[in-house]
């Protein structure tokens, strides 16, 4: 038997849908956030609490800065509402915060500085080296679409606060799990437009689509951002193959929340399953 992890992408996904998925499973929060610390990141809080969409229970992971007017108040690539960048108190019930230190000092980070801050930290090697593979594809997007070199793409692009902690979140919950497989779906993609640092831009974020090359998506009809940048370097780092959910035993279901409602269910929705091996005769 193998250890499956299955994203159900119904809805889409972000860096923070990923993070609440994943929690949901019953993970340790305490051990998540005590490792989240070795990465000697300040300016933010975390707050996990519990709520619910259309009745079902689900994991909401938010990173709440110190100062929303930072420039680090944007996604990695473009300033979404869809999933990261609504930070509103009032959506949380049940919520519980761990506070960090903070540090407003403006902040502006390349590619580069961000490779430093997760090599220079006290992470296993393993979530530092499938940290900087998240970035790096979030990174060439960027320079793709803003016609730069790679570090010449700064803060906002690559070095947002809440983009750091969700890209090394995912990683070491990844870690924590272990699991010998990691699938997805297919991505589902929205359509209209959304405010960026830029100006207003195209949905699909032109990041987004760049980064997503070669993996199979569809239109699912929906006004409104469903992937984000980094949800799509994430899931595109993790997943092994983009596939229908293969013949496996769920052993859990987990729910992460996305942050606006759409009619669809914004909810990332997450199986850890076990495979049986096929036996060569």
Same mark, same amino acid.
Do not use: C
């Given at each position: 038997m193998s250890d499956i992890l299955y994203f159900d992408i119904n809805s889409g996904i972000s860096?923070?849908? *990923?993070?609440?998925?994943?929690?949901?499973?019953?993970?340790?929060?305490?051990?998540?956030?005590?490792?989240?610390?070795?990465?000697?990141?300040t300016g933010y809080e975390i707050e996990i609490s519990t709520v619910q969409k259309n009745g079902i229970t689900a994991t909401d992971f938010k990173v709440i800065l110190e100062d929303k007017s930072h420039p680090d108040n944007l996604e990695v690539g473009h300033q979404h509402e869809h999933h990261e960048h609504n930070h509103s108190q009032e959506e949380h019930s049940h919520g519980e915060v761990h506070s960090h230190s903070?540090?407003?000092?403006?902040?502006q980070r390349n590619f580069n500085d961000i490779k430093k801050l997760i090599n220079q930290s006290n992470l296993s090697q393993k979530v530092k080296d499938l940290s900087i593979d998240i970035f790096a594809k979030?990174?060439?997007?960027e320079a793709k679409v803003h016609n730069k070199d790679i570090n010449? $793409?700064?803060f906002?692009? $690559?070095?947002?606060?809440?983009s750091i902690v969700d890209i090394v979140g995912a990683a070491i919950l990844v870690e924590m799990l272990n699991p010998d497989h990691i699938y997805a779906s297919t991505l589902p993609l929205g359509t209209g437009f959304v405010d960026a640092a830029h100006g207003r831009i195209p949905?699909?974020?032109?990041? *987004? /689509?760049? /980064?997503?090359?070669? $993996?199979?998506?569809y239109s699912a009809g929906?006004?409104?951002?469903?992937? *984000?940048p980094t949800g799509a370097a994430i899931i595109k780092t993790l997943a092994e193959e983009f596939i229908e959910l293969p013949e496996v035993e769920i052993k859990k279901v987990a729910y992460g929340a996305g942050k606006k409602d759409f009619e669809n269910t914004n909810l990332l929705r997450v199986y850890q399953a076990k495979k049986k091996m096929k036996k060569n005769f």
């Open positions: 860096g923070d849908m *990923t993070i609440a998925s994943l929690l949901d499973l019953g993970l340790d929060q305490d051990k998540f956030l005590k490792e989240l610390n070795k990465l000697k990141l903070h540090n407003s000092a403006s902040v979030v990174a060439e997007a010449e $793409v700064h906002h692009e $690559v070095g947002a606060v809440d949905v699909p974020a032109p990041a *987004t /689509i760049e /980064i997503l090359k070669g $993996v199979p998506v929906v006004r409104g951002e469903l992937v *984000t």
